[in-house]
C-alpha cells in the first residue's frame, strides 16, 4: 500500500461522490420507511424486507455475488462481494440494518419512520444508526460505478440491535466468504460534525434481572402494613445500593480506566443529552473518563403494576432490569457476577432475591490505530472532512468486534461512523446530519483509494 499523505481529496473522486448522494439519500429514505426492528417479533417480517431491499441496493452497485443469509434462528444478513483487483487488498465494509424501537411514536416530532429533513438533518429511525452505515457503503461503491479499487465483502447485519446473538455462529458457518484483510466498522459516531473520528476503545454490556419476593400473595395495605414490607419498596432499596452518593457505580472490583480527551463543554454536552435544568452529572473524572472508561449502571425497566391500575395492597414481588457498561480490559462475565453478588449481598429485611443473568452479553474491546490502514485512515478522513481526524472512545457497546478479531486475527479494524452528537442514536428524534454524510461518503472512498495503492 502507498504511503499516506494529507493532500486535499482528488477532485475527480469528490465529484463522483457528490453526483451519487442524491440517489444515496433517496434509497436511505427508503430503507428508513422499513421498520427493521428484529428484536420485536412483530417486524420480523419487516426486517427480511429489509434485507430483500439491501440485497437489491447491492446488485444496482454491480457486486458480482449477492447472497442473503443467516443463522439458525438468526435475522436476515446481506453479503455481496467486489473481486479484488491483481495485487489489491478485500475490505470488509459492515454495517446493520435492524433499528431499535422507537421508544414511542407519538413522542417524536414526525413519525418516526416517515423520513423528514429539518435544519439540514434526515430525522427517522434507523437514519443514523446504522442505515446511514449501510448507504455509505453503497454509495462508495457507486461513486466507483460499481468497480471499486479493491476487493469489497459488503457485510450488512440483520440483528445488532439484539446484540448480534447468532453472528458466531454466522462467521463460523460463512468465514470463507466474509474473510478480509481490513474491516470498516461503519456504526460510530464523530465529536463533531465536521470532526472524523476513528473509535479505538468500545465499553461493554452485561444484564441481569433481579426479583425480591416477599410474600406468597398480595394483602392489604392497611391491615398488614407496618410490620409487613413490600417487595417494590425492598427492590428500591436494593437498586439504590448501586451508586454512590456521587453517582459513582458502588459495584466493588470493576475496572476503571482514563482517557487524554479534553472535556467537551459541559452545557452543550449537558443540551445533548436533555437533561433537565439543575439536574446534577453523575461520577468525577472528566466527561470522556466517565462516558468511554468507566463503568455505568442503569435500571432499564421494572416490573410493576402501574399507578392507574395500584390498589392498596402489599406486592409480593417486583422484579427490575439492570444494565452495567463495561470499561476496557473488564472481563464481561466477571462483571456480572460482580453485580449479582452486590445485589444479593443488599436486598433488605431479609427479603428473597433471585439474579438471572441476561444473554446479552458484549466484552469491551480496545484497537491499537497503528500501521499503515491507520496511517491511510487518517489521511483520507482529514481530507474528507477538512479537519484532523481524532481517535476517540464512545461509551456504547459493539458487541461483534471482538468477534471479528477472533475469526480474522490478522484484519485491521477500524470503526468509523456518520453519527454526531445531535444524533440521538436509540433516542427519540433520532436524525443524521446531511452534510456529515456525505463528508463521510467522500473519506470512505479516499480510504479505498489509498489501500489500493492510487493516492
Known amino acids: 500500500m502507498a504511503e499516506p499523505h494529507t493532500d486535499p481529496a482528488p477532485a475527480a473522486l469528490s465529484a463522483a461522490v457528490d453526483a451519487v448522494l442524491p440517489g444515496a439519500r433517496t434509497d436511505l429514505e427508503a430503507l428508513v420507511r422499513i421498520p427493521s426492528i428484529w428484536a420485536d417479533p412483530a417486524h420480523s417480517e419487516d426486517t427480511r424486507r429489509s434485507a430483500d431491499a439491501v440485497a437489491t441496493l447491492a446488485r444496482d452497485a454491480g457486486a458480482a455475488s449477492v447472497e442473503i443469509m443467516s443463522a439458525d434462528g438468526g435475522a436476515p444478513a446481506v453479503v455481496a462481494h467486489w473481486p479484488a483487483p491483481a495485487g489489491t487488498p478485500t475490505v470488509m465494509l459492515y454495517a446493520h440494518h435492524d433499528v431499535q424501537p422507537t421508544g414511542g411514536d407519538d413522542e417524536w416530532t414526525s413519525p418516526p419512520f416517515e423520513p423528514t429533513e429539518r435544519d439540514g438533518r434526515l430525522y427517522g429511525r434507523g437514519a443514523a444508526d446504522d442505515k446511514a452505515g449501510v448507504m455509505t457503503h453503497l454509495a462508495v461503491l457507486r461513486a466507483y460505478d460499481g468497480r471499486p479499487p479493491v476487493g469489497v465483502v459488503l457485510f450488512i447485519e ?13 462467521l463460523a458457518e460463512h468465514r470463507e466468504k466474509l474473510s478480509a484483510d481490513v474491516i470498516v466498522i461503519a456504526d460510530a459516531a464523530n465529536p463533531a460534525v465536521d470532526v472524523p473520528a476513528l473509535t479505538t476503545s468500545l465499553r461493554g454490556l452485561v444484564d441481569v434481572v433481579v426479583e425480591v419476593s416477599m410474600l406468597e400473595r398480595p394483602v392489604h395495605s392497611g391491615v398488614y402494613g407496618g410490620p409487613i414490607g413490600d417487595a417494590l419498596t425492598a427492590l428500591c432499596r436494593t437498586l439504590a445500593t448501586l451508586h454512590d452518593d456521587k453517582g459513582e457505580v458502588a459495584v466493588p472490583g470493576l475496572v476503571r480506566g482514563s482517557s487524554d480527551a479534553p472535556d467537551p463543554d459541559e452545557a452543550t454536552y449537558r443540551s445533548d443529552a436533555g437533561l433537565l435544568d439543575g439536574v446534577e452529572l453523575l461520577g468525577t473524572g472528566s466527561i470522556p473518563d466517565r462516558t468511554n472508561h ?8 421494572i416490573d410493576a ?60 474491546f480496545s484497537l491499537s490505530s497503528a500501521g499503515a490502514v491507520y496511517d ?80
Not at 158 to 170: D, K, Q, R
Not at 321 to 346: F, I, K, T, W, Y
Not at 424 to 450: C, P, T
Open 376 to 455: 491511510h485512515a487518517r489521511a483520507a478522513f482529514s481530507a474528507a472532512y477538512g479537519n484532523d481526524a481524532v481517535e476517540t472512545g464512545i461509551g456504547g457497546s459493539i458487541p461483534f468486534i471482538a468477534e471479528f478479531a477472533r475469526t480474522f486475527p490478522g484484519a485491521a479494524v477500524l470503526v468509523t461512523g456518520v453519527g454526531d452528537p445531535a444524533s440521538r442514536w436509540h433516542g427519540i428524534d433520532e436524525s443524521l446530519h446531511l452534510g456529515m454524510f456525505g463528508r463521510g461518503v467522500l473519506a470512505e472512498a479516499l480510504l479505498l483509494d489509498r489501500l489500493a495503492g492510487r493516492a
Open 158 to 170: 440483520g440483528e445488532e440491535e439484539s446484540g448480534s446473538p447468532t453472528l458466531t455462529a454466522l
Open 294 to 301: 468507566a463503568p455505568a449502571v442503569a435500571v432499564l425497566g
Open 305 to 364: 403494576p402501574k399507578v392507574a391500575e395500584a390498589s392498596n395492597v402489599l406486592l409480593p414481588r417486583a422484579r427490575a432490569m439492570v444494565s452495567m457498561r463495561l470499561a476496557p480490559g473488564q472481563d464481561a462475565r466477571e462483571a456480572q457476577r460482580a453485580l449479582a453478588e452486590h445485589l444479593e449481598g443488599n436486598v433488605p429485611w431479609g427479603a428473597h432475591l433471585s439474579v438471572t443473568p441476561g444473554h446479552g452479553v458484549a466484552e469491551p
